[in-house]
């Protein structure tokens, strides 16, 4: 079977198994993503945000807007503020953030202010991306911290958590109409 990583997702009877290689990055996506699926079980659009350190989550965080009626409540700055808490610090050295969606202005000046190392994210945004769609702040040579940045690792699956949640959003909006 070679050096590859069985996925939990393709549970297919035999003889059909597939077996493909899962990088790092869409390893901790997964987090990411189960991250996400608690806001979708609670309302909130999914998006969920791990950061990792040293191979292991030290803070983690999914949108929360509605639940705390606060504009700010990003799955990014749950999980800094989280992530920061276990730390002790405002230090994330040797950290990386992996999110399900592009992070907006906000979580991007955030992220750039954390100095945190490197971002993966999974869908892009084109309403509000600020790491590459619309602005990319995260590595603006202006700023004094630049991040390694990845876009795109799982992107399907983080997009259709979102599409399918606006979706049902939608249907239920028009509930009784139709
Ligand atoms: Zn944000």
């Known amino acids: ?17 597939v077996y493909f290689i899962m990088t790092e ?19 909130e659009v999914p998006v969920g945000a791990v950061v990792v350190q040293n191979g292991r989550i030290i803070g983690k965080g999914y949108n929360q807007i509605e639940s705390l009626q606060d504009p700010t409540a990003h799955a990014e700055m749950i999980a800094i503020t989280a992530a920061a808490a276990g730390l002790g610090s405002r230090r994330f050295e040797g950290c990386a953030m992996y999110v399900t969606l592009e992070p907006c202005a906000m979580c991007a000046g955030a992220i750039v202010l954390a100095r945190i190392p ?47 949640f606006f979706a049902a959003m939608r249907e239920k909006g028009n509930g009784g109409k139709s």
């Open 1 to 17: 079977m070679r050096d590859t990583v069985v996925s939990k997702r393709l549970a297919l009877p035999p003889p059909f198994s």
């Open 118 to 164: 490197r971002l993966v994210f999974g869908a892009f945004d084109p309403k509000a991306g600020a790491c590459g769609t619309l602005f990319n702040i995260v590595q603006d040579k202006r700023l004094n911290h630049q991040v390694e940045l990845v876009g795109g690792i799982s992107a399907e699956r983080c997009g259709s958590l979102l599409s399918e």
């Open 25 to 43: 990055d869409e390893r901790w996506m997964e987090s990411a993503l189960r991250e996400a699926e608690q806001a979708k079980k609670r309302k």
